[in-house]
């Protein structure tokens, strides 16, 4: 009977392993094997990490923060002090140059991980890289995330982060007018939504010189734009989008029914549909050059009647530009933006679409689309995995940031 059963794990692996390793990618892929592997490993480690939190467990990368903090230790120049401390309560990670100089530029960093994983140790690599070569002070901050701790308390964590580092930067030798605030994924979701609160509730604070969006999930609106419907095969996937959006807001598991309305747009009502907000998330705003042939454009129409109360609460949520800040009215007065997207990620048209949004509202935007590539592909710039053009985005966000606050004016 063991053996049986042995047998019939060995199978369902090797079926996982044969499908990973032989999924289908587009002809203009980059390392298409490397992205075939990253992809299955990811794949298992998202599924591990829903899992785990049915049981109201930790996910697995926060069960392996330990090893990670030893890892990355391992080989590393003494160049940087690092350290744990708390931001108003908030557990953050520093990362500070020890060479001596009198005031440096200042990076705070949310981490992506659909708001449900990821810690600044998963992160480590890419905020040592830049407080080493900007030569700046990085802040990664350990907000709480859902299912436990829903919207809006991750955002929340990160605000209050913000403005003790805003408050006290000169603390930390930083000068409080050289301040970025960058995130990826759900943390360009964070990063975004920060900006949009110390504009309105905070103005006495110095501004953030820059705000840098990587790969942002910024509306939970329309899940069949042109990027959506391309590359939800790939790296991350629409269910899992939804998947992540629903834990963010509700804090619980999304149900069959809903994620399959929510994949077909039948998640908001008619009414809201034609409302004003209609107007912030605009598939004419992705180049036509971004569509692919199979790309459809679907009309945005709900043909439901009737909606759970949970549903409802989410449409609420929805058109909160905190939670979804493409959905803000007023996008004006923001800090200059950087935003990076990836040809075959889901999120890509949400970065253009933001893009699109703060350059009519005249605010200054430097957008970088990297083509061949999935989301996520700048966390793997250190071999065995390193993928060329996640090390190029890296090396190019660093020049970036060396221009941008390392002038004082």
Known sequence: MFSRRLMVVAGVVVIMLGYGLYMPLPDDMEQPWKIR?????VRQVLAASYYT????????????????????RLGQKDDLQIFDTTFDGVDVQVYLPVTKKDKRPGILYLHGGGWVFGSPELYDDMTRTLARKVDAVVVSVDYRMAPKHSFPVPLEDCL????????????YGVDPNRIAIAGDSAGGNLAAAVTLRLRDEAPELPKFKQQ?????ALQAWDFQTPSYQESSGFLLTASQMVKFWWRYAMGTNIDAKTLKSALANQHISTTLRQSKYSRHVRRDAVPKNFWSRDVKNFPLT???DSFSDELITFQKLITNPTFSPLMA???KDLPKTYIVTAQYDILRDDGIMYAKRLEEAGVSVRHKNYPGTVHGFMMFTKEPVTLNLGKRALEELVI?????LCNKK
Do not use: C, W
Request: hydrophobic fraction near 55%; avoid cysteine.
């Open 37 to 41: 592997v990253i992809v299955m490993v």
């Open 302 to 304: 709900t043909q439901v």
């Open 212 to 216: 840098v969006l990587i790969y942002p």
């Open 53 to 72: 939190g049915l049981f109201g467990l930790e996910s697995v990368d926060r069960l392996a923060r330990p090893l990670h903090r030893v890892l990355n």
């Open 160 to 171: 209050t982060a913000a403005k003790f580092f805003l408050s006290n930067a000169s603390t």
């Open 329 to 331: 009215d007023n996008l």
């Open 400 to 404: 970036f940031l060396k221009e941008a």
